[in-house]
T-cell receptor, first 110, second 113 residues
């Protein structure tokens, strides 16, 4: 079993839609939960991170962590064509290894 | 400009021919890491370094070596590359080992024939 499982996608939505991206994990020692965005032919860049269960909002993006279910989500409101990218969830045990999901490819159609 | 640089960006080589992919960061970051990215498998950590002369294995270290003699540089060495090491490689760095935000380099696409 992989440490981190991510919905494979690809996902295609119309502009303005709400997008939901999800990951599950198996290791209860994970303490930090992150979402990275990767545009084509580029390295990933950090979008959001959370430390505890609950919601964290940043503009159109909301990250949600449910430690009891070992489930994390990223919601994108009012999606834009510029949001078209691959979204990677990532998790970390403090000061240690990072574990990434396989990524979900998102296309927002104008 | 704050950045992580990798060289070369593209490399085609043959089985068994030793190669080094360089990684350098100009942000005085303590933590550096190497990943490989493969379709369907995502980003997998190869090795990481929490500081100079401190390196640890990640998820997929077999066939790779690293060294951290200086804070800014973290080269990835393939002593005897094999076709299953054909992949897209990323170097990343962050201020501290416990800090969430990693800054990634532009990637090195390696093909081993």
């Amino acid at each position: 079993q992989k440490e981190v499982e991510q919905d494979p996608g690809p996902l295609s939505v119309p502009e303005g839609a709400i997008v939901s991206l999800n990951c599950t994990y198996s290791n209860s020692a994970f303490q930090y939960f992150m979402w990275y965005r990767q545009y084509s032919r580029k390295g990933p860049e950090l979008l959001m991170y959370t430390y505890s269960s609950g919601n964290k909002e940043d503009g159109r993006f909301t990250a949600q962590v449910d430690k009891s279910s070992k489930y994390i989500s990223l919601f994108i409101r009012d999606s834009q064509p510029s949001d078209s990218a691959t979204y990677l969830c990532a998790m970390m045990i403090t000061g240690n290894q990072f574990y990434f999901g396989t990524g979900t490819s998102l296309t927002v159609i104008p | 400009e704050a950045q992580v640089t990798q060289n070369p960006r593209y490399l085609i080589t043959v089985t068994g021919k030793k190669l080094t992919v360089t990684c350098s960061q100009n942000m005085n970051h303590e933590y550096m890491s190497w990943y490989r990215q493969d379709p369907g498998l995502g980003l997998r950590q190869i090795y990481y370094s929490m500081n100079v002369e401190v390196t640890d294995k990640g998820d997929v270290p077999e066939g790779y070596k690293v060294s951290r003699k200086e804070k800014r540089n973290f080269p990835l060495i393939l002593e005897s590359p094999s076709p299953n090491q054909t992949s897209l490689y990323f170097c990343a760095s962050s201020i501290l080992a416990s800090y969430n935000e990693q800054f990634f380099g532009p990637g090195t696409r390696l093909t081993v024939l």
